[in-house]
């Protein structure tokens, strides 16, 4: 029997396809809601031929109500997991408007009408950009968060403070917030991953593109940070994991086992790796060449940020388990798929 029904915004997106997967195979209804501005409904038939199910889909911005409204009109919904959102943080800087009425917007709906329709569970793609550059390392749950950076690492701590707020305010509500560290990898079929428009912004999808010929050559920006080898060091995890999290989120909800009506929790491995490290060990699991230049320092990037996961492991009982070695592999299979290699 199905476990409830579970409404995924932004489900044809990278880490939205594989959470549906995960939704699926452990029991949950999914009725996907996309306004496909930067994905693609191929995302969506991998997920059917990945579950071997029809998942309803209805092409919709968030923003736009009365469309989100036939959504909760037609279905009881157990949660939300909402991922809606624009993303990337160069464009967030010059058309600022554009990612402050999208992603605050959206959610903003989204929360009016789970008010109206009594659906009491929401799930929230945060991120690890709150954290800015901490100043205790590794950053956990209640390590103050940083300035924005940028309009878009605005929106993600807005869009906190907003859930936090709502969820004191109206009677039923609960809210898990999520940060993110930087999601990685492919599911193992290669049939979903990530799907960048243009040339990528983030390591990973230019590493895989520069392995494929796509691209001559991989800037490495910066190496000289105060780390072991001059790079920066981030939290890189896998998107399996990262979409089981999200699973186990929604349980906690649905089953009334949260300690607080809003709680946060970091997702990512724990362990720090540099950007050299990560291009290293690709090219070792891949057996490819990546070439790659050194380059001045990207504006607005931190040195290191990596997650304390004790809370995610102690409370949620979610852990990191595909190793650094097997995402790499999954992100190669996957870049080699789209290119017919
Ligand atoms: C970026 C965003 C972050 C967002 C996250 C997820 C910035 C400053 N931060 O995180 O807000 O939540 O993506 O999409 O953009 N690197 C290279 N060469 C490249 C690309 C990246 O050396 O071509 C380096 C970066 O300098 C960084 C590391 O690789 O040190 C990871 O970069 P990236 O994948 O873009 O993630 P973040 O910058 O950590």
């Known amino acids: 029997m199905e476990k409830g029904k579970v409404l995924v915004t ?19 209804g999914v009725v996907v809601v996309d306004n496909l501005s930067n994905s693609e409904l191929s995302a969506i038939e991998g997920v059917r031929e990945i579950t071997g199910r029809e998942i309803p889909f209805v092409q919709a911005d968030c923003n736009d109500r009365a469309a989100l409204e036939e959504v909760f009109r037609a279905h009881e919904f157990c949660g939300v997991i909402h991922f809606a959102a624009s993303k990337a943080v160069g464009e967030s800087v010059e058309q600022p ?14 929360l009016e ?24 390392l590794p950053a956990t749950e209640t390590t103050p968060r940083k300035p924005a950076t940028s309009p878009y690492g605005n929106t993600k701590q807005i869009c906190e403070d907003i859930l936090r707020d709502s969820v004191a305010a109206y009677e039923g509500l609960n809210g ?6 930087n999601p990685i990898g492919a599911h193992p079929s290669a049939l979903i ?24 050559c991989l800037s490495i920006f910066g190496d000289d940070y105060n780390t072991g080898d001059g790079t920066a060091l981030r939290d890189y995890i896998d998107v399996v994991d990262l979409a089981k999290a999200h699973v186990v989120a ?20 724990g362990r720090p790796v540099s950007v050299l490290e990560l291009v290293r060990t690709f090219e070792k699991v891949n057996g490819v060449a990546v070439p790659y ?23 949620l009982g979610w852990k990191a388990e595909r190793s650094l070695d097997e995402t790499l592999r999954s992100a190669w299979k996957w870049e080699k798929h ?4």
């Open 193 to 216: 991953g990530e799907l960048p428009k243009g040339v990528p912004n983030n390591l990973v999808p230019f590493i895989t593109q520069t392995a494929a010929g796509v691209r001559e």
């Open 113 to 136: 009408l789970m008010k109206e329709y009594g659906v009491p569970n929401i799930v929230f793609s945060s991120s690890a950009t709150v954290y800015g550059q901490p100043d205790v």
């Open 10 to 28: 932004g489900a044809a997106g990278y880490i939205g396809t594989h959470t549906a997967v995960k939704l699926i195979n452990a029991g949950f």
């Open 250 to 269: 929604v349980e906690r909800m649905v089953g009334g086992d949260m300690k607080e009506q809003y709680e946060i929790f970091n997702i990512g491995t």
């Open 293 to 315: 230049k050194i380059v001045g320092r990207r504006a607005g990037d931190v040195e290191a940020v990596w997650a304390d996961t004790t809370l995610a492991n102690t409370e």
């Open 338 to 341: 789209l290119r017919g290699l």
């Open 176 to 181: 898990i917030a999520l940060r993110y560290f």
């Open 97 to 110: 408007l554009l990612y402050y009425g999208n992603n605050l917007g959206s959610f903003v709906t989204v």
